[in-house]
């Protein structure tokens, strides 16, 4: 239980309190969505390791990330600081191993069927950069913690994505599907807009540049990947693999078919 004291005023005991909250939501969401795929069968562990990898350097930031908000909410921040280090190497693996795990999927041609092939190579790599993108700002304004903590909880909402979409009925959704993934991420930021307005009567300008970097994120996906030079770097990368037989920009036949 948070405690409001003379050291730390009501309104960012509940800020602590908020955030934590929410990662624990976050976190949750992820387990959720990854539980339910390997359920209904399917995903299983006989995927190659570079899967596995993902998987495990994924949830390890989510359970990182979680720490590090009970931390800050137990009055924990010389450890929180101190860990956080840990967090921006951790970062930047999740960029590389991200788009790598991206392109091994492109190139063996096992893309989801309810994304085209070209679109996801962009999809997930854009959606990883913008995690390091505003993880790498967050870490700059560590001193301004009202910041800090803003852009980080935009950079773990991004991470929801892929649980969404384990989530979401995505075959239904077609040719949205990726902008339906993009809505239930978005309801993240839009609640720390809510708070702050509900708490201090002001939503604080982090939220607006996170949300921005989110959504110019989200347009740049089909903007690049239908593009010359966005299919040209796709036909680059499938090049020689069971990928180059895929259409970039055609949806993949549903599984059976």
């Known amino acids: 239980m948070i405690v409001a004291t003379a050291y730390m005023p009501l ?6 309190r908020f955030f934590l909250t929410m990662a624990i939501i976050m976190a949750l969401i992820n387990v959720a969505g990854f539980s339910l795929q390997l359920a209904m069968g399917r995903s299983s562990f006989v995927a190659p390791w570079t899967v596995h990898s993902h998987a495990l350097i994924f949830f390890g930031w989510t359970a990182f990330y979680v720490l590090q908000s009970a931390l800050v909410a137990g009055g924990s921040i ?7 280090w840990i967090g921006a190497g951790w970062a930047v693996v999740i960029v590389l191993v991200g788009i790598a795990t991206t392109v091994m999927m492109v190139r063996r041609g096992t893309t989801p069927f309810f994304f085209q092939p070209a679109f996801f190579l962009f999809m997930n790599s854009l959606s990883v950069l913008a995690f390091g993108g505003l993880v790498t700002a967050a870490i700059r304004l560590r001193r301004r913690t009202d910041w800090h903590r803003r852009l980080l909880f935009c950079a773990m909402a991004v991470l929801t994505g892929p649980a969404w979409g384990r989530l979401l009925p995505m075959p239904l959704m077609i040719p949205w599907a990726a902008w339906g993934v993009f809505a239930a991420v978005m309801l993240f930021p839009l609640a720390g807009m809510i708070a702050d307005k509900r708490r201090t009567g002001v939503v604080h300008r982090a939220w607006w540049w ?4 989110m959504l110019a994120t989200q347009v740049a996906m089909g903007a690049v990947a239908f593009s010359g030079p966005g299919l040209a770097l796709y036909a680059a990368v499938t090049r020689g693999t069971p990928g180059a ?3 970039p920009l055609e ?3 549903f599984p059976g078919r």
């Not at 309104?11 to 602590?16: K, L, M, V």
């Not at 010389?78 to 956080?84: D, E, N, P, V």
């Open 210 to 213: 996170g949300a921005g970097v």
């Open 251 to 253: 949806f993949p036949p």
């Open 245 to 247: 037989a895929r259409p």
């Open 78 to 84: 010389a450890l929180h600081r101190r860990l956080g």
């Open 11 to 16: 309104s960012i005991a509940r800020d602590d």
